[in-house]
């Protein structure tokens, strides 16, 4: 059976999701995937709304389009709250250690990643769609290469499963290679091989190059060359191709093992998956039937077959 151990993420969430109940409106926001991930994360809950002295509930804030900046005012009394956000996210931002996630409230003025309602300055207008809370653009600007989602965004299951695969993998980087020695930094890429792989294979190769100059650069400096590289590698999703070429690459370890009929079948599910009529969870339970019949240590290892807990790997949530 597969047993990796894994270690637990640190993410900074919104406080109104699954926390407390200190939306605009009093209100908390319900999150099943937020709810589940509290056995196997160490969450920061934050309410920037409430960190610059809004109370609950309040009136509402939203984002205006000045000349120079993007501002936060509160309609209902035209205050500005544009340099206490900032300021706070500045100092929040600084006071946490190690943090390998953010979710946060979507569309929301403080804390929404994308998609939120920009107004004209002082304009009765329709707004613009496609702006970002003033907090989130904080995130993005002190960790420009951490994953950042908002809860509805990951009721997608392909960004979800992206999401929980990034912070799994900087997490377990944290614990056991950031400050650990040079065979660490050996074996957490070896069992990263194939996962590495599936987001981009000439970049995967890169980090293995960073890792052979060993003799030529000084551990710490190359732990550091090690985890920015491939925190950029992981800011793309992985492509279907790619991840059809790992899938094949695992499969050549057992084709000459397995009968015809077995053979047909999976190249039948990998042709499914391609053309996206099967979760690719399903071709990875295919081939981890065949790691355990067949006891082949080196892919057990790998992280692409369990890159995060059996029990998060659910097709749905609300």
Known sequence: MFSREFPRP???????????????????????????????????????????????PRDPIHLEKDPERIELIQPSTGYNFTDKMLEFADSFLKSVEGVDGFILKNKSPSCGVKAVKVYPKGEISRPWPDGIGLFAAAVFRCFPST????????????????????????????????????????????????????????????????????????????????????????????????????LMHAFGYFSKDLSPQEKAF???????????????????????????????????DQTFFEPYPEELMEITFI
């Open 10 to 56: 640190h993410l900074v969430s919104s406080k109104c999701i699954e926390f407390e109940p200190c939306r605009y409106n009093g209100l908390i926001i319900r999150s099943s995937l937020v709810e589940k991930l509290k056995k196997f994360v160490d969450f920061t809950p934050v309410c920037p709304e409430v960190g610059i002295g809004l109370g609950i």
């Open 266 to 300: 999976f190249l039948e599910s990998l042709e499914k998956y391609r053309q996206g009529r099967l979760p690719l969870l399903l071709i990875q339970n295919l081939l981890k039937s065949w790691i355990i019949r067949f006891n082949n240590k080196y892919l057990k």
């Open 147 to 246: 994953p950042v989602e908002d809860e509805g965004r990951l009721r997608n299951y392909h960004l979800r499963e992206n999401f929980l695969t990034r912070i799994y993998t900087l997490a377990d980087f944290r614990e056991n290679v950031l400050y650990g020695n040079f065979g660490d930094l050996i074996e957490f890429h070896r069992k990263n091989k194939l996962l590495f792989s599936s987001y981009n294979q000439i970049q995967s190769k890169k980090l293995g190059r960073v890792v052979s100059d060993r003799k030529k650069t000084i551990l710490t400096d190359l732990v550091e060359k090690y985890e920015n590289h491939m925190k950029n590698m992981l800011l793309n999703d992985p492509l279907p191709s790619s991840n059809v070429n790992v």
